[in-house]
C-alpha cells in the first residue's frame, strides 16, 4: 500500500519567517561585538510594529534597527514602514545562566543529497524562490518499501500572483518532476487581517549557549551521519539533558526497522562513543566554526553540522 507525506514551508517574506529573519540577524550582530554574548532573542511582527525582545549577556548589545532594517531589506521590504520596539534585559556578563534541561530530536534520511525527506527539500526550493509572503506545500506519494513513487501534489498560497511560477516550479522541481497526475494549486489569498500577531521560530534568535538549540544541532548532526555511514536508510535521533547533568541523561536512536548491521540500541552506544554530548563541549562545537546563523537561515549557507566526517568513525564502533 502506498502512502503519502506532506510538508510546507514558508517564503523568506512571509511574516513568521520575516520574524525569524529579524531574530537571526541580532544574534549574528550580538556574536560579533561579543563572541562571548549570551543571548535568546524573539521577534514578533503585529500590523506594522515589530517588537524584538527577550534576555541578552554581552558586553556590548546589538544595533537592533541596523539590523531589522538588514532583515527587511533581504525580503524587498523597507524600515521606514515598520516601527521598531524592544524590550531586552540585560545581565551582568559575569552572571551565569541557568543550567537547563531540554529534550532534542532530529531525523535524516537517504532519500535526497540533504538527507531530509524529499517533500521537505522540494517544498524549501521553491518557497526560498518566491519574492512575497506565501507558503508552500508539498506532497509525496511512497511506495509500499518507503520510497519516494512520485509527486502527487504542490500547494502555493500567495497574497497576490506571482507571474513567473512556472519558471519557479521548473528550476526548483528539475530532480524529481511532477508528472501528467500531480496536481498543481496556486492559492491568491486576501490581503492578510489587519491584526496578526507572528512569532518567530522558537529556535530563532538563540545563541550556541542555549541548550535547546545546542542539542538540536547535535541531533541532526549525529542523525544524517548514521544515514551517511549506511548504519540505517532513516533515523530519528534523542538527546535529553536534565538540570545538573552535563552529559545526556538519555540518547536514542530509532533507524524504523531500516539499520542493517546492528540494532538501535547498538547504534545508540556508538553515537555515546564518536560524539561528545557535553553541554559545554557541544555549544563549543558550535561556536568554533562561528556560524553566520542568518545566512543559514536565507539558505546562502550551510552550517557545520550538515556534515557527514564522523561517518567512517561510526562505522568503525560498530564493526
Known sequence: ????????????????????????????????????????????????????????????????QESAAAALAEVGLCLTDYSVKTAFHQRAPEIETQDSSCIAADYACDETSEMLPLAEVLAGKLSRNLSQSGEVMVTV????????????????????????????????????????????????????????VMVSEPLRGKSPDNLERSAALMARYIAKNLVAAKLAKRCQVTLAYAVGADEPIMVTVDSFRTGEICADDCLAEAVKRVFELDKQKIATWIKLCKPKFFEISLGREIGHWERTDKARALRDAVL
Open 1 to 64: 500500500m502506498t502512502q503519502f507525506y506532506a510538508a510546507k514551508a514558508l517564503s523568506p517574506a512571509h511574516p513568521q519567517r520575516l520574524c525569524s529573519l529579524i531574530a537571526d540577524k541580532i544574534l549574528g550582530d550580538c556574536l560579533a561585538r561579543d563572541p562571548a554574548a549570551r543571548v535568546n532573542c524573539r521577534a514578533q511582527l503585529a500590523q506594522k510594529e515589530i517588537l524584538v525582545f527577550g534576555e541578552i549577556v554581552s558586553l556590548r548589545m546589538p544595533k537592533v
Open 141 to 196: 506519494e511512497y511506495d509500499e518499501g518507503g520510497r519516494p513513487l512520485r509527486l502527487e501534489q504542490i500547494s502555493l498560497a500567495l497574497q497576490r500572483d506571482e507571474k513567473p511560477i512556472n519558471q519557479i516550479l521548473h528550476s526548483a522541481l528539475q530532480s524529481f518532476p511532477p508528472d501528467e497526475d500531480s496536481k498543481i494549486r496556486l492559492t491568491i489569498l486576501p490581503n492578510e487581517p489587519q491584526f496578526q
